[in-house]
């Protein structure tokens, strides 16, 4: 597993200096989000009075989607060994396949950044409702690493393992698939809140510099999560004899 994390970080490196321009856009997003946070003040007096700003809720929903992005590429970057050129293909069926996930992500983002609490939804008091909100995060997590298979096989091209059967493919790879996630995730998403926060009260100047950098940071966050997915699906499609790869994608 170590021999895989470090895989994952260096394919990122590699991808970010290979296909520059779709490293940069969820990259782009955030540094845009950063210059409406320092416009409306937000490094100057903390984040709790401008943390409800639409201008920048709006640019956190697009850096979301953004981040989502270069997933496809990357996916398709590790499971070809690198190969740049078979990897920035916009091919069919993987891109029509990955339209369709990210429809559906831009859909539960837009509904979790805007829409009501599920609490609120239900009717409970406050307090019930943090817990409420708190369990259904926790499911909503636990089937996430169940349909990591679906969402690393359709960028691959491969529609023969959509959520139903990703269950079956990662079932039994639950907790390694968690410790990829973890691995691809948690490093940076520290580094990043560490920018963020250790930014508030600096001169103008660093204040520009951190966030320069945290909008690299995330960058590579987008590789490093979508490349932790499809370290825990392939690990778990080989433990089980399935092929990630769509049938087009393997000629």
């Known amino acids: ?82 190969n740049a050129e078979r990897a920035k293909r916009i091919e069919r069926p993987a891109a029509t396949l990955f339209g369709i996930q990210f429809a559906l992500h831009a859909v539960t983002q837009w509904i979790g950044l805007f829409g009501p609490p599920i609490g609120v939804l239900l009717g409970l008091d406050a307090r019930l409702a943090q817990y409420v909100g708190l369990a259904f995060a926790i499911g909503v997590g636990v089937i996430g690493m169940y349909l990591t298979a679906w969402f690393v096989a359709w960028p691959l091209g491969n529609a023969r393992i959509g959520p139903l059967r990703s269950f079956a493919v990662m079932a039994g790879s639950f907790w390694r698939a968690v410790g990829y996630t973890l691995a691809g995730s948690v490093p940076l998403m520290l580094l990043h809140y560490a920018l963020g926060y250790g930014a508030i009260g600096r001169p103008d100047w660093l204040v520009w510099l951190m966030m320069l950098l945290d909008a690299l940071v995330v960058g590579f966050l987008a590789l490093t999560a979508a490349g932790g997915g499809y370290l825990a699906a392939s690990r778990a499609a080989e433990r089980n004899g399935i092929p990630l790869e769509g049938a087009a994608a393997s000629r």
């Not at 490196?13 to 950063?34: D, G, K, R, T």
């Not at 640019?59 to 989502?68: P, S």
Request: aromatic fraction near 16%; hydrophobic fraction near 55%; glycine fraction near 6%.
């Open 1 to 82: 597993m170590w021999n895989d994390i470090k895989r994952l970080y260096a394919d990122s490196w590699a991808f970010a200096v290979a296909l520059p321009i779709l490293f940069s856009i969820p990259v782009l997003i955030e540094f845009a989000q950063h210059v409406v946070e320092i416009d409306i003040g937000m490094y100057r007096h903390g984040v709790s009075g401008v943390a409800m700003d639409q201008r920048r809720l709006t640019f956190g929903c697009a850096k979301t989607l953004a981040m989502i992005l270069p997933g496809y590429w990357f996916v398709r970057y590790m499971a070809w060994d690198r």
